[in-house]
């Protein structure tokens, strides 16, 4: 591309801000920033970041640890910004000046980002009104009794409506940035980023916040091994009497105790594995939906169309399109 005239990724590249406050959470603004680094020296770009805050110069993070921050200076060169979420992000989201700073990027069609209760200043700048969002689950019911008119997605990892994105706590906003990130260099560069920071895989946003292990009483008992060998191995039957044998027990004396260390039966545990792996593949990969059904044990596609109704309300067809328009 001519010098005269930059691609866009050069632009994108060069104009990323990162909003903190007194008693931000450190890693939703050192996680995107470590995103935009690595992947634009993969893309050959030179990345240029700013730290933001109201009142410039040190700012304390909840952990102790400072980082320096300039000005809120009326500023064309930002076209990303990052709002980080944190205990201080009730007094941040009430500072007009914060606030102003923000609409103003929106307002000439910057991206606005916030990671988790960062969705608090997109809210209170009035970017969230009628739009989709997410936020940290523990902030769900607050946040909607205080925003009535947002439309919460409180399952998701990270929401984008528009040019204003959100994510859910702290971690998903790497998930943000690497979304960010495919857009403005490409897939290749996303994934390739994913696996410098020694990311599983990129999750995509329609992911949900729990994991399926997670959500049971107690994930890491003495079934909890039996439980990682099950995800692993989707694609076999995965009986009752498999798992018992598996776990050197009779069938009757497993499930019983099997329900009182989980809180489910075995069965229904297989099956939250198995739609937890198939929602993943098919929001994240252009695998055939009946090769995702084979793979994680499903078998029919029907069946696992049946499940992901009975989950998420939806077809898998459905949450592919919303993984990919979003």
Not at 40 to 64: E, L, Q, Y
Not at 71 to 99: F, N
Not at 100 to 125: D, H, K, N, P, T
Not at 254 to 265: K, P, S, Y
Request: hydrophobic fraction near 45%.
């Amino acid at each position: 591309m001519n010098a005269l005239f930059p691609s866009i990724w050069d632009i994108v590249a060069n104009m990323i801000g990162v909003l903190v406050y007194p008693d931000f959470q450190l890693l939703d603004a050192a996680g995107p920033i470590s995103v935009f680094e690595i992947a634009g020296r993969f893309a050959g770009k030179t990345s240029s970041i700013k730290v933001v805050a109201a009142v410039p110069g040190p700012v304390r993070s909840s952990s102790g640890v400072e980082i320096f921050a300039r000005g809120l200076k009326p500023s064309g060169a930002i076209s990303t910004l990052i709002i980080a979420g944190g205990e201080g992000v009730r007094a941040a989201a009430q500072c007009e000046k914060t606030l102003a700073f923000v609409r103003g990027i929106a307002g000439r069609g910057g991206r606005v980002a916030s990671v988790c209760s960062g969705a608090y200043v997109l809210a209170e700048a009035g970017l969230l009104d009628g739009r989709r969002a997410t936020t940290h689950w523990r902030r769900t019911r607050h946040f909607i009794a205080t925003y009535p008119k947002v439309k919460l997605e409180a399952d998701q990892i990270f929401v984008r409506d528009g040019n204003i994105w959100s994510s859910a706590g702290i971690s998903a906003g790497i998930d943000l940035a690497l979304a960010m990130a495919a857009e403005d260099f490409g897939e290749e560069i996303a994934q390739e980023t994913a696996r410098q920071l020694v990311l599983y895989h990129r999750r995509s946003g329609g992911q949900s916040q729990f994991s399926s292990l997670l959500e049971l009483k107690t994930p890491n008992g003495r079934f909890g091994p039996l439980l990682t060998w099950a995800r692993e191995h989707l694609d076999a039957p995965l009986t009752v009497e498999d798992l018992a044998e598996r776990a050197g027990m009779s069938s009757r004396h497993f499930t019983r105790a099997f329900i009182a260390e989980t809180g489910t039966t075995p069965s229904k545990a297989v099956e939250r594995l198995r739609i937890e792996v198939a929602r993943q593949r098919v929001q994240s990969s252009g695998e055939a939906i009946e090769r995702v059904a084979q793979v994680t044990g499903f078998r029919d596609p029907e069946r696992m169309r049946r499940a992901f109704i009975r989950a998420f309300g939806q077809p898998p067809q459905s949450l592919r399109r919303a993984a990919r328009a979003g």
